[in-house]
């Protein structure tokens, strides 16, 4: 099964970095990049619409500076044991330079306990981890095909594909 490494959000896709384990050795890992155009679910929209209040906890700023902040990345890091810790990366609209966003992140967190034999803690409180760890939900449900879709009109479908059988009719009985 894949394992997500990063999400990059941009105006015009999702990509996601992925790597899978296809045997027993970590020599035997393939990485891939997915590139995705369909809308997220509205819970993804969400999940990560909070991460900017995350990421100023996080960098130890005001809220206001949430105020033309977007993130952008979430790069997920792991232990050889699994433990996971995360970089938020995010463009600032600055009031000094309007004519390009500027690109910040955030140092690597951990969001996890630390696995057994291994050193570090969780370096964020509760509530932000569990909005990060809201974040990488939706992103690996959106990996996994989970999307937002138009809702299907079946009984106009049903009708073009009638309008075409009846054209198919009326050429064969003009032939005969």
Not at 132 to 152: D, N, V, W
Request: net charge negative; charged share 25%; glycine share 6%.
């Amino acid at each position: 099964m894949p394992v997500l490494n990063s999400i990059a959000i941009t105006p015009k896709a999702i990509i996601l970095s992925v790597v899978e384990n296809s045997g027993s050795d970590s020599a035997d890992l393939i990485e891939s990049t997915i590139t995705a155009h369909e809308e997220p679910l509205a819970s993804f929209t969400k999940a990560f619409a909070a991460l900017p209040a995350v990421f100023c906890e996080i960098m130890e700023i005001g809220p206001d500076w949430t105020t033309g902040l977007s993130v952008r990345k979430l790069a997920i890091k792991r232990t050889k044991a699994g433990t996971r810790s995360v970089i938020i990366g995010c463009t600032k609209q600055l009031d000094v330079r309007q004519d390009f966003l500027h690109s910040v992140s955030t140092p690597v967190v951990q969001i996890e306990k630390s696995s057994e034999g291994e050193s570090g803690a969780v370096e964020i409180e509760g509530k932000l981890c569990k909005a990060i760890l809201k974040a990488i939900h939706e992103a690996e449900k959106y990996m996994a095909g989970e999307r937002s879709q138009q809702l299907l009109n079946f009984d106009q479908a049903k009708a073009a594909l009638q309008a075409t059988a009846d054209q198919g009719k009326d050429l064969f009985a003009a032939e005969g």
